[in-house]
């Protein structure tokens, strides 16, 4: 899909209500276009919001939202990151907006791609904790690693065989990084 052609500074209610312009992000009320993902970020995607619903669901906790979901990480101009996933309690808020979340989650989840560069990563990484995001998971596929920040320069590497035991709103999570890539593995079983 072509993405449209603005001559102003796009604000993130506008982006909104354009609907449909494909998988973007919105740096400095610019869009940019980001790459659709593929299968195995996909299932690494859903494996996560499973493995958080599991244990949020039953103690009614709050929301999982993935999908590229938009959160404003600064505004005027605007901008709006699209995590993987992210985890909003609701102690937060009461509902989930229609919109993009002008609130942080405490959680956000990012997969690298094969595409995305390191630098990218950082900049995220600092926007997310400057808007109050408490956790944020870089997942990384290649090397079946998750590095959990707890601050934009505080992280652990949690590797294949180890478990990631989450803190404060998601307090009893415990999530065993090799179910994150579960049938990951299966793609190194084709011929």
């Known amino acids: 899909m072509a993405q449209p052609a603005f001559n102003h500074i796009l604000t993130g209610e506008e982006l909104l209500n354009l609907g449909d312009v494909g998988p973007c992000e919105l740096i400095d009320g610019r869009i940019i276009p980001l790459s659709p993902t593929g299968g195995e970020h996909g299932t690494i995607e859903g494996n996560i919001a499973y493995l958080i619903n599991s244990h949020i669901r039953p103690r009614s906790l709050g929301w999982v939202l993935t999908g590229e979901v938009g959160i404003y990480t600064r505004r005027d101009p605007d901008r709006v990151r699209a995590a993987d996933v992210a985890f909003v309690s609701k102690n937060q808020i009461g509902t989930i907006p229609s919109g993009f979340l002008d609130i942080p989650p405490e959680l956000v989840v ?33 090397t079946r690693t998750v590095l959990v ?20 709103t998601l307090t009893g999570l415990k999530v065993s990084v090799s179910e994150i890539f579960h049938d990951v593995t299966m793609r190194d079983l084709t011929p």
């Open 110 to 142: 990012e997969i690298v791609s094969p595409s995305d560069r390191w630098q990218d990563l950082r900049e995220k990484i600092d926007e997310y904790f400057s808007i109050g995001v408490r956790a944020l998971w870089i997942v990384e596929p290649k």
């Open 149 to 168: 920040h707890t601050s934009p320069t505080a992280a652990v590497e949690y590797k294949e065989t180890q478990s990631i035991v989450a803190s404060e």
